[in-house]
């Protein structure tokens, strides 16, 4: 792929969202959220902030009447409460009907938290890994885990991770061959792959000395990546807030550039679109590509903590890191689509979205310079682009489905991120739910 390739025109973005849009019924391109209850929630900020506030405490209750009384609690702090929401309050404070509220109301919690986190540990995820497979579908187990605190954590961690390793291998082996998920045009790809927190990896806490959290980090990264090289796996080195970016990049970049790890494993990293200085982060990621085999592979997000950037930023009087609005964040978006798909070879590229306008501009972009899919992996996430997945697959495209493994607790926090990109006003997820057309939604931004 030349590094010059002309950005495919528009009429061909549009051509390609209405060819997604009808590979389903219906333009059905969402996921299957329950849009009233988010409709609520998203018209009241204080009701949406003591809702999610009791969704990241619920699993910590010690019993159902101390459930009932953080919900009670916290919706005291709304000024307005929505009919049901005012009789949930009203049943939560009477001391016979409290523990029914309490139960009602954890029940939800973890019935929405299975929605979008798979299973709480590998072994309960293989069944559903292989029925993705078998719907043409590949998967990114991503091991959830609350940031470490101490070394014994951070070892236990670590042993998850070398335990999830073996349950994907396990997973996968015996499956039959899709030749579309099973290589590219630079060779076999990993059917197992596993992305993993260095939050959890180290309870080294320095923004401002990376280096210290990234060589106690690499102490438990090595023996990972020693398996994943020697099961054929790939290892995913996943994004956080901005405070531990450095961190990520400088472990995950001298960690694959000692010796021992020249040729192997499959590795990756994220680039977050919605920082200002991603171009630059993607100039330093190019230059360790180019060094490398197998391909480093960019896995490219928007980014899952816009609202703790800014609210960060503004307590401590910065100009925050992100950019100032979603249609600003999608532009930046497809510019670094093109950087990155024109890179190919020496990167493999992963478009993590389900805005139909971002994915049917990657695809465009593909196709304009000669290319059939082939180099080309999308990215959804579990819960949430069930539909996308499925009309991407239809379409022959090579699709991996992100599916977070953990226990309740340690997926609060990923549970609420999921949360505000559904309630969020200008987001894609918000529009095509409330019936925006597929011309609307494939307008560039």
């Avoid at 209850?37 to 949406?48: N, S």
């Avoid at 029914?100 to 995820?125: K, S, Y």
């Avoid at 695809?363 to 899919?373: E, L, N, S, T, V």
């Avoid at 309630?423 to 894609?428: C, V």
Wanted: glycine share 6%; proline share 6%; with cysteine.
């Amino acid at each position: 792929m030349s590094a010059h390739a002309t950005t495919a025109p528009e009429e061909l973005i549009h051509r390609i969202g209405h060819e997604l849009a009808d590979a389903l019924p219906h333009h059905r391109l969402g996921g299957g959220i329950d849009r009233q209850a988010i409709d609520r929630i998203a018209a009241d900020p204080q009701l949406k902030a003591a809702l999610f506030r009791f969704v990241d405490v619920a699993p910590a209750a010690r019993s159902q009447r101390e459930a009932a009384a953080h919900l009670e609690a916290l919706l005291a702090e709304a000024d307005r409460l929505p009919g049901p929401f005012a009789a949930v309050d009203g049943l939560a404070r009477r001391p016979i009907t409290a523990p029914l509220v309490g139960r009602g109301a954890t029940w939800a919690v973890r019935r929405m938290a299975r929605q979008f986190i798979l299973a709480e540990d590998a072994a309960g995820a293989t069944r559903s890994l292989a029925k993705l497979w078998d719907e043409g579908a590949a998967t990114a187990l991503d091991l959830l885990g609350e940031a470490s605190v101490s070394d014994a954590e951070a070892d236990t961690y670590a042993a998850r991770c070398l335990d999830a390793l073996e349950q994907l291998d396990r997973a996968y082996r015996g499956l039959p061959g899709r030749p579309r998920l099973d290589a590219d045009g630079t060779g076999p790809l990993p059917r197992a792959h596993l992305s993993v927190k260095l939050s959890a990896l180290t309870p080294q806490r320095h923004p401002f000395a990376p280096e210290r959290v990234s060589e106690d980090a690499k102490r438990r990264l090595r023996p990972i990546a020693r398996r994943a090289r020697e099961l054929g796996a790939h290892l995913h080195l996943d994004s956080e807030s901005l405070d531990s970016r450095e961190a990520v990049l400088s472990t995950a970049l001298e960690l694959l550039a000692e010796p021992e790890f020249a040729d192997g494993p499959s590795a990756g990293v994220v680039l977050q679109a919605y920082l200002r200085d991603a171009d630059e982060v993607l100039d330093r990621l190019l230059v360790t590509a180019g060094r490398r085999k197998p391909p480093l592979l960019v896995r490219l997000v928007k980014g899952a903590y816009w609202d703790h950037e800014v609210i960060d930023a503004r307590q401590h009087g910065w100009t925050p890191a992100v950019h100032p609005d979603q249609a600003a964040t999608d532009r930046a978006y497809e510019a670094l689509t093109r950087r990155l798909l024109d890179a190919r070879p020496a990167v493999r590229v992963a478009i993590a979205s389900h805005n139909l306008r971002s994915v049917a501009h990657a695809i465009a972009h593909d196709r304009h310079g000669g290319g059939d899919g082939r180099d080309l992996e999308l990215q959804v996430l579990l819960g949430l682009g069930e539909d996308l997945r499925t009309a991407l697959a239809r379409r022959g495209l090579r699709v991996r489905v992100y599916c977070p493994v953990g226990d309740l607790v340690a997926g609060m926090a990923y549970l609420v991120r999921r949360l505000l990109e559904n309630t969020a006003s200008d987001s894609f997820l918000d529009r095509q739910a409330h019936g925006a057309s597929v011309d609307d939604l494939v307008r560039a931004p």
